[in-house]
């Protein structure tokens, strides 16, 4: 069986033929610094792809200027790719003339200028506070110790927008001494530290008192110990698939449409109403786990709500009345 390891040896080799020194470079950096295996390969294919486009017109891909990258996103167009798509090229082009930039390969970054092929998104789904807290009511009213941790998981989840993966997968140990942050880690096994709400800090204090009543019994499994929502699934731990089932019946049990509700649409709704209580979106983009504060921006919709909402109630030709 190929380890971990071998798998990003294989992945980084693939990636560099032939490419130029300072693509290859970049990805070796990257592979480093603990990218995950979709993200090399993700960079690699697009700068791949940026490199052939290059070496058509005599230059390596390090040495393309601005008009070149313009030119480059007209072929994208030109050749059928999504706005998505080129949105994403564009973020690992920014990822890979950053880096020449920082280690002073090159004096300026080309693509400071360059504007984001704007993507067509739809704004995300999302709950009200009002859906929430319907949510949250009906976990409380579950008994026993399936109601405890399925109170716990809610909280949590809508205190820090983590994703499912994460939430299902967090370990004892993530568990701050005070317990009153979290140390996620996240894509890339990047980690980072979010606080935990009141609520969820109390929910997590009644669930790890009850924890182990959900360890199996004669477990070989010396890692079901270390995870904090331990199962007798074949990873050990609580499943993404079965979290996402309990939720759908808690849906059902509040009077919601269980295809409104999902992990994702919590991680959303957290997004939303962090934003419209006056969050900013640099530090949401950290909460979030984004590597690019573009795809935080999907959340722009809830700013551009508030600031109708400011004008109403603070601009004074709205205050006006006209008989």
Not at 59 to 65: F, L, N, V, Y
Not at 205 to 215: A, P, S, T, V
Not at 240 to 252: G, N, P
Request: with cysteine; glycine share 4%; aromatic share 6%.
């Amino acid at each position: 069986m190929i380890d971990l390891q071998e798998q990003r040896n294989i992945m980084v080799k693939s990636t560099l033929t032939n490419a130029s020194v300072q693509v290859e470079l970049f990805i070796e950096k990257i592979t480093a610094e603990g990218a995950a295996l979709n993200t090399v390969e993700s960079y690699g294919r697009d700068l791949r792809c940026f490199s052939d486009f290059t070496k058509a017109r005599n230059r390596k891909p390090e040495d393309a200027s601005q008009e070149i990258i313009h030119q480059y996103f007209q072929y994208l167009s030109k050749a059928g790719r999504s706005k998505k798509t080129s949105s994403r090229h564009l973020s690992t082009l920014r990822q890979f003339f950053q880096y020449l930039f920082l280690d002073r390969i090159r004096e300026d970054d080309p693509t400071v200028a360059i504007d984001s092929p704007g993507r067509s998104q739809r704004i995300p789904k999302y709950l009200s506070v009002n859906e929430v807290d319907l949510l949250l009511q009906q976990s409380r009213s579950r008994p026993g110790i399936e109601g405890i941790r399925l109170i716990a998981l809610l909280e949590i989840i809508y205190a820090t927008g983590m994703r499912v993966t994460e939430l299902v997968g967090l370990s004892v140990t993530a568990i701050s001494r005070d317990r009153q942050m979290l140390i996620i880690r996240g894509k890339g096994e990047k980690e980072r530290m979010i606080p935990l709400s009141e609520p969820a800090i109390d929910a997590l204090k009644n669930y790890l008192l009850i924890r182990e009543r959900f360890i199996p019994k004669n477990s070989v499994k010396p890692s079901t110990q270390n995870w904090l929502f331990p199962s007798r699934s074949k990873n050990g731990h609580l499943t993404r698939i079965r979290f996402s089932q309990l939720l759908k019946d808690l849906a059902v049990d509040a009077g919601l449409p269980k295809n409104k509700v999902s992990p994702h649409i919590l991680r959303h709704s957290f997004a939303s109403h962090l934003l419209a209580n006056g969050a900013d979106l640099r530090s949401l983009q950290q909460m979030l786990g984004h590597s690019d504060i573009a795809t935080t921006q999907i959340y722009t919709h809830v700013l551009d709500e508030r600031l109708k909402l400011l004008i109403d109630e603070s601009h004074p030709l709205s205050k006006l009345k006209y008989n």
